[in-house]
């Protein structure tokens, strides 16, 4: 079985991050991730793995590493609170943002906007790293 492993950032909102700055003044302390390490859950027939949470960096970001088996991922959704990030490490999806279809192989970048309605398909038999 193939699989798709994509890394991407989940941004929160400039206001939610203002508030978090009120809130505490300490400096976050470094993050390091060894490869393979990480919080790993499944969702949708996806594997996730916590990479950096919102917490270590102060309310900033987000990142997780995704793998996506041919075929899958998510049915179209919106975040309201967070902008998304892919970074395609391995494999290729289909991205559609805003009913526009983006091919999305390995190097891609997109960054797509709260607010804003996508989805994502891996293509082709190889899993997706991002």
Same mark, same amino acid.
């Given at each position: 079985? #193939?699989?798709?492993?994509?890394?991407?950032?989940?941004?929160?909102?400039?206001?939610?991050? !203002? !508030?978090?700055?009120?809130? @505490?003044?300490e400096k976050p302390d470094a993050v390091y991730v060894p490869p393979?390490?990480? !919080? &790993?859950?499944?969702?949708?027939? *996806?594997?996730? #793995?916590?990479?950096? @949470?919102?917490?270590?960096?102060?309310? #900033?970001? &987000?990142?997780?590493? #995704? +793998? +996506?088996?041919?075929?899958?991922?998510?049915?179209?959704?919106?975040?309201?609170? !967070? *902008? *998304?990030?892919?970074?395609?490490?391995?494999?290729?999806?289909?991205? &559609?943002?805003?009913?526009?279809?983006l091919p999305a192989p390995v190097d891609t970048v997109i960054s797509?906007?709260?607010?804003?309605?996508?989805?994502?398909? +891996?293509?082709? &038999?190889?899993? +997706?790293?991002?």
């Amino acid at each position: 079985m #193939a699989s798709l492993r994509c890394a991407g950032t989940l941004t929160r909102g400039r206001n939610e991050v !203002e !508030e978090d700055k009120h809130m @505490s003044l300490e400096k976050p302390d470094a993050v390091y991730v060894p490869p393979g390490e990480g !919080e &790993t859950v499944w969702l949708l027939g *996806d594997t996730y #793995a916590l990479k950096i @949470s919102g917490e270590q960096t102060g309310g #900033a970001f &987000t990142l997780l590493e #995704a +793998v +996506v088996p041919p075929g899958g991922g998510p049915p179209p959704h919106i975040h309201h609170l !967070e *902008d *998304d990030v892919f970074v395609i490490l391995e494999g290729e999806l289909l991205v &559609t943002v805003a009913g526009r279809a983006l091919p999305a192989p390995v190097d891609t970048v997109i960054s797509v906007p709260k607010g804003t309605r996508h989805s994502y398909t +891996v293509v082709g &038999t190889t899993p +997706v790293r991002m």
